[in-house]
Each structure stands twice: as C-alpha cells, then as structure tokens.
C-alpha cells in the first residue's frame, strides 16, 4: 500500500504563487507517473499534470500550460507542483496520485492507483 500526502495548499491572491508537494510512504515504487488532479466544488475532478518516472515526459492541462510546473524527486519519494501566475479559477481541491503501471502518463483520474487526500488552494481576486 502506498500513502500519499499533500502539503502547501493555502490562501493566495490573483498573481501569486504556491508550491504543492506529494510525499509517498509505504510500498513506494518508482516505476510509475505521479499525477496531480483538481476539484472544485460541483465540479468533476480533473487533470493538471502528470510526469513520468524519469522526469523526461511531462503532460499539463491546457489551462495551467505555463503558469505551473510538476517535477519529482525520487530519492525523496515526492512530487512537486509550482503554481504561478494563479488565477481565481484555479481555486480547487489539489489531489496527488501514483500509478503503479510503468510507461503510461495517464490523465483520467481511473488511471491512477492510489490517492492524496487533497490539499485546498483558493485564489482570491
């Protein structure tokens, strides 16, 4: 079993940034894509990023396309998300996940295997 916890979330105001992190504990593994997700209220959850194992194939939601990066640390066992530039609209449940299936860089939620239990990031205008 993998445990994934999400941290950094907060209170920002339009323009500004903050800085998710993921840390995974338990039965780690380091084959697979970590991914971040976002809900609002009333609203399905939906995809942000995701980076594969190795870092190399990263994937972002054309909204958040240059205003947030994901990387990850494997020896730390953690993924990062910096959130630039926020908007209003960005306001959100932050959700962490892994997949344990190696070579994929899924973006549907039933992609991946286990899940954070989501940090809260509101964006004020």
């Known amino acids: 079993q993998v445990q994934l916890v999400e941290s950094g979330g907060g209170l920002v105001q339009a323009g500004g940034s903050l800085r998710l992190s993921c840390a995974a504990s338990?039965?780690?593994?380091?084959?697979?894509?970590m991914g971040w997700f976002r809900q609002a209220p009333g609203k399905e959850r939906e995809f942000v990023a995701a980076?594969?194992?190795?870092?190399?194939?990263?994937n972002y939601a054309n909204s958040v396309k240059d205003r947030f990066t994901i990387s990850r640390d494997n020896a730390k066992n953690t993924v990062y998300l910096q959130m630039d530039s926020l908007k209003p609209e960005d306001t959100a449940v932050y959700y962490c996940?892994?997949?344990?299936?190696?070579?994929?860089?899924?973006?549907?939620?039933?992609?991946?295997?286990?899940w954070g239990q989501g940090t809260q990031v509101t964006v004020s205008s």
């Open positions: 996940a892994a997949d344990k299936t190696p070579s994929r860089l899924g973006i549907r939620p039933y992609q991946y295997d286990y």
């Open positions: 338990g039965r780690t593994f380091s084959s697979g894509a």
């Open positions: 980076i594969s194992w190795s870092g190399t194939i990263i």
